[in-house]
């Protein structure tokens, strides 16, 4: 339905159609470094961590009920969701400036290993659930159990969605590369070495996102261990982290985009991009506001 005008708004804001959801993660596993991508997900607090579980290298459909993702307040249709407002906050001087992404986390595949130059092939036994047209999807790896040495490269065969239509064998659009050393929660293609890319992987040109993986190389592979899992997101709204103990109020009412709509299941994430290195055990808090109607 949505909402017919500002008097609307206020309307159903005045019914109890509203939701806020808090949430305050604690940055592990050694200092976050300056310009690559987190998915703060993973970090203990609340929500409570994610693991990135399920059956090695197999599609897997998380939602609201998951449990690690942001709560939002439950289904509504046949209104929709929106987020109208958001705060943010970091409490050590290395948080912040920072960018934040929420996200929706439509679709993941588990256990795939950066140790292996064998290519990888997954399983779609489960197909997206939301966004299902592919519009506006966007993939990052992320590791769940740190990397050891060398710098790969990736390659992935990917089914698209464009304006005409869907194909699958579709590749990256640009040559990308990993880190060396990459820790729990970073994505190993972003940062700020030759043919990095975050925080999402570029895809083939004319297509407008992606809908499953069908394999994944990794060339010159990580040395010892490197497990990732791969995922496919909805990009919803993003969120400057500005300065340290200083609360960033965004209101989507009037930002663009205006009202980012928040789809029944919705299993909402946080991305995280330090200007600095994020020292260990900076915490970043918050929380969300949604509107139905």
Not at 102 to 109: F, P, R
Not at 127 to 133: E, G, I, S
Not at 243 to 249: D, E, L, M, R
Request: proline share 5%; with cysteine.
């Amino acid at each position: 339905m949505g909402f017919s005008s500002l008097d609307d708004l206020v309307t159903e804001l005045t019914a109890g159609k509203r939701w806020r959801a808090d949430f305050n993660k604690t940055i592990a596993n050694g200092a976050y470094v300056a310009g690559a991508w987190y998915d703060l997900s993973l970090l203990s607090g609340s929500p409570v961590a994610n693991t990135y579980a399920g059956t090695a290298l197999a599609a897997t459909i998380p939602d609201e009920t998951t449990g690690w993702g942001i709560y939002h307040g439950g289904n509504v249709s046949s209104d929709t969701k929106h987020l109208l407002k958001a705060v943010v906050n970091g409490n050590t001087a290395t948080v912040a400036p920072g960018t934040l992404l929420l996200v929706d986390t439509l679709l993941y595949y588990p256990t795939i290993l950066s140790t292996s130059a064998t290519t990888q092939t997954l399983t779609n036994g489960s197909a997206l659930t939301r966004y299902t047209n592919g519009n506006g999807n966007r993939a990052f790896m992320v590791h769940t159990v740190a990397s050891g040495a060398n710098t790969p490269t990736v390659a992935m065969s990917y089914t698209r969605q464009n304006t005409g239509g869907t194909d699958t064998g579709r590749a990256l659009g640009a040559t990308t590369a990993f880190n060396a050393s990459v820790g729990i929660g970073r994505f190993p293609h972003s940062g700020t070495s030759a043919n990095n890319r975050g925080p999402f992987l570029p895809l083939q040109s004319g297509d407008t996102g992606i809908r499953s993986v069908q394999s994944v190389t990794v060339t010159t592979p990580h040395a010892t261990t490197g497990t990732m899992a791969l995922v496919i997101c909805q990009p919803l709204a993003e969120i400057p982290l500005t300065t340290a103990n200083v609360p960033v109020i965004m209101d989507f009412l009037s930002a663009a985009p205006s009202l980012p709509q928040v789809v029944d299941g919705a299993c909402l994430n946080l991305l995280y991009q330090p200007a600095g290195a994020a020292a260990n055990g900076s915490i970043i808090n918050g929380s969300l506001e949604f509107v139905w109607g």
